[in-house]
């Protein structure tokens, strides 16, 4: 059947179309920050633990445990969800990717309700949002349930300015119900409250006070239940949040707080010069694609941005100057509300959402000032382009630590569950290793050691240990086997404070990590070795391949480790 011109010329109008339209720039932005390397990263720390007590809440109902703190009912929702499908790691990443992007969907709703008609400023908003990527969890599944608390605050605030804009009782509803599963999923929307008064009276001033009071008494009460439970949260002396928060005086965390703010305005400190926690792996992408990728993105962006427009007739300058002031007193209350918490400084989920507020903090003073002056249109528009490009460049950098890191946790990994790839019940397995300051492991902590055995051998209750002088664990053989303590147990054990985890040497497995290679080894015969060799029951007793099942990896252990 022969194609005429006419359906020759089809589909290259479709993708002029296209093109010309901002959601594929959306789409494009998305793919670029986040999306380009989703098929090469697995977990990476505490994403590992969530999944385990996934595997743990399983068959408990939609509400789980806390996890944490009190206020995470909701915590682990999404990696629930993941692991009950036969690929968890991609249904996470894929949540993330659309959580996502709806943040920057609702921070561009909230900018066409504030300020309708203003396109130019709706669309900096989501293209800023989109690449705002200056915390150091971007992209990273760890800061998933922070992110999708971030995204229910905004839609919060959304569906409570569409209210006051003429919208029906049901958006009330709607808010309070985004408010509620914000509240319950992590504390993150906090800091954000106290400003949505401010935005409702800058957008309908006293004279929808009836309005207002209606939709802020409806969402006080879906949060009264919650302010209790936080308050003795934040005033337990022995709970997570005494041990979280880093004591500070006060000079020293308002610079904290204000260095963590700046951050969010320094778009070549997220590509360039980020903090650094371990030492970095071998690059995964090249720094020239990463350099493309930003240009095309940026290049985009200008042509886009050349077509939208706002109206003729500015907003007074007295109020956008003060919408802009909401917006960055806004990033700064987030960013104080985590400067005293442990790794703040090398910015672990300081800025989830205070990227949004400084997002459109510049969306604003970018669109107002284009109307103020617009034959300097081109001029002002060089301040996002250098957001957007930067940003761009932001996310693939983190995606090159996650992909890389990745890669060496991936080849740790696929060294246990090769070398022992299933164990008979009741069968306890060590993971041993001298100290590897150049590197970090999947299994460097005990806790995330703990979390990947349960997963991989799909075992909760599996007995398991990281053996490792730097985190404070060992071991003391005995007659009548190992006799272990675990983090932040060597001083009780030695005292006699605390019972020992006890490993019979019938049923022991030992791991012990090569750090050239990057590989577990087992361990397998006690002869000659410094923690066994010395006792006799070891000896006789300490027979590993007897506890080993031989078999190929199970479907679960593949997809956990994207094989």
Same mark, same amino acid.
């Given at each position: ?5 006419? /359906?020759? +010329?089809?589909?290259? =109008?479709? %993708?002029?179309? *296209?093109?010309? &339209?901002?959601? @594929?720039?959306? $789409? !494009? ?126 839609? /919060?605030? +959304?569906?409570?300015? =569409?209210? %006051?804009?003429? *919208?029906?009782? &049901?958006?009330? @509803?709607?808010? $309070? !119900? ?126 886009? /941005? ?258």
């Amino acid at each position: 059947m022969s194609e005429t011109p006419a /359906a020759r +010329g089809w589909w290259p =109008r479709r %993708l002029a179309a *296209g093109l010309k &339209g901002d959601g @594929a720039l959306y $789409c !494009a932005l998305l793919l670029l920050v986040w999306g380009l390397t989703v098929p090469m990263r697995g977990m990476w720390q505490d994403d590992t633990l969530l999944l385990r007590l996934a595997r743990y809440y399983q068959g408990h109902g939609f509400l789980a445990a806390p996890t944490g703190a009190p206020l995470r009912r909701l915590y682990t929702l999404p990696f629930r969800l993941a692991l009950a499908t036969p690929q968890p790691i991609w249904t996470l990443h894929l949540i993330f990717g659309v959580t996502w992007l709806g943040q920057a969907l609702a921070a561009g709703w909230i900018a066409r309700l504030l300020m309708p008609g203003r396109r130019l400023t709706q669309f900096l908003a989501i293209c800023l949002t989109l690449t705002a990527t200056s915390d150091y969890l971007t992209n990273n599944l760890t800061s998933l349930g922070y992110n999708l608390s971030a995204l229910m605050l905004l839609l /919060a605030a +959304g569906c409570s300015l =569409r209210y %006051l804009t003429g *919208g029906s009782a &049901g958006w009330i @509803a709607i808010a $309070c !119900a985004a408010t509620a599963v914000s509240i319950w999923t992590i504390d993150v929307a906090i800091p954000a409250l106290p400003f949505v008064p401010l935005l409702l009276f800058w957008r309908g001033g006293i004279a929808a006070w009836r309005r207002i009071l209606l939709v802020l008494s409806a969402v006080g009460l879906t949060l009264a239940p919650a302010v209790r439970v936080e308050w003795r949260f934040l005033h337990d002396a022995s709970g997570y949040a005494a041990v979280a928060m880093q004591p500070m005086r006060l000079a020293e965390r308002l610079d904290r707080t204000t260095s963590l703010w700046r951050e969010n305005f320094k778009p070549w400190r997220w590509a360039f010069a980020r903090p650094i926690w371990y030492p970095r792996p071998p690059a995964a992408i090249p720094l020239w694609a990463m350099a493309l990728a930003a240009g095309v993105a940026a290049a985009w962006f200008a042509f886009r /941005a050349r077509q939208s427009q706002n109206p003729d007739r500015p907003e007074r300058t007295t109020r956008i100057l003060l919408l802009a002031g909401i917006f960055a007193a806004m990033a700064l209350a987030a960013n104080a509300a985590y400067a005293a918490l442990q790794m703040a400084e090398i910015h672990y989920r300081t800025h989830i959402l205070s990227r949004t507020w400084a997002s459109l903090t510049v969306a604003v003073l970018t669109g107002w000032a284009i109307q103020q002056w617009p034959r300097f249109r081109a001029g002002f528009l060089l301040v996002p382009l250098l957001f957007v490009g930067l940003g761009v460049w932001g996310g693939l950098e983190r995606q090159d630590l996650w992909v890389s890191t990745w890669r060496l946790h991936k080849k740790e990994l696929l060294s246990i569950v090769t070398t022992a790839p299933a164990l008979t019940p009741g069968t306890g397995i060590i993971l041993r290793s001298p100290p590897t300051p150049d590197l970090y492991l999947a299994t460097e902590a005990d806790y995330l050691a703990q979390s990947w055995l349960v997963l991989l051998y799909d075992d909760p209750a599996i007995h398991a240990l990281r053996m490792a002088p730097d985190r404070g664990t060992g071991c003391r053989a005995t007659p009548e086997g190992l006799q272990c303590w675990h983090e932040q147990q060597a001083e009780c054990f030695q005292a006699g404070t605390c019972a020992a985890d006890r490993f019979p040497y019938e049923t022991l497995v030992i791991l012990d990590f090569d750090d050239r290679r990057g590989t577990f080894r087992l361990v397998s015969s006690p002869q000659g070795d410094p923690l066994l060799g010395g006792y006799a029951a070891a000896l006789a007793g300490y027979r590993p391949a007897g506890r080993i099942l031989k078999r190929p990896l199970t479907p679960r252990q593949r997809a956990l480790l994207l094989e």
